[in-house]
């Protein structure tokens, strides 16, 4: 199974590690994915993490075989959930991300 990450840069380098990904799949990392290179890098991928990344009903519809996103926010703004839902894609997002930092402030 092929696990991509398109923007790693928005978790610190090193926290988390990215072993238990490791062990299930074959995992690809790209600190940043622009616009024009989001079909390249997923196109043959089941799992789909991002944060920033955008993923818009062309990309569902022209990429049938991502079964999972999992966003690394707490927001779902960067996909087309309706789409993914469509295509049968599940997508998952992060409720409680930074939920200690924002009560610290």
């Known amino acids: 199974m ?10 610190n380098p090193g926290d988390p590690t990215w072993d238990r990904l490791e062990k299930i799949g074959e995992l690809k990392i790209y600190d ?4 024009e290179k989001i079909i390249e890098r997923i ?9 920033k ?6 990309i569902f519809l022209k990429l ?16 087309d959930v309706d789409a993914a839902k469509e295509a049968g ?3 998952t997002n992060v409720p409680t ?3 200690d930092a ?3 402030f």
């Open 64 to 79: 049938p075989g991502i079964k999972y996103v999992g966003l690394l926010s707490t927001g779902y703004n960067v996909v």
């Open 97 to 99: 991300y930074g939920t």
């Open 32 to 35: 940043r994915t622009p616009a």
């Open 102 to 104: 924002v009560s610290q």
């Open 43 to 51: 196109e043959d991928a089941e799992i789909v993490f991002s944060n």
């Open 89 to 91: 894609v599940k997508v």
């Open 2 to 11: 092929k696990i991509v990450v398109l923007d790693g840069y928005t978790l």
């Open 53 to 58: 990344t955008p993923l818009t009903k062309e």
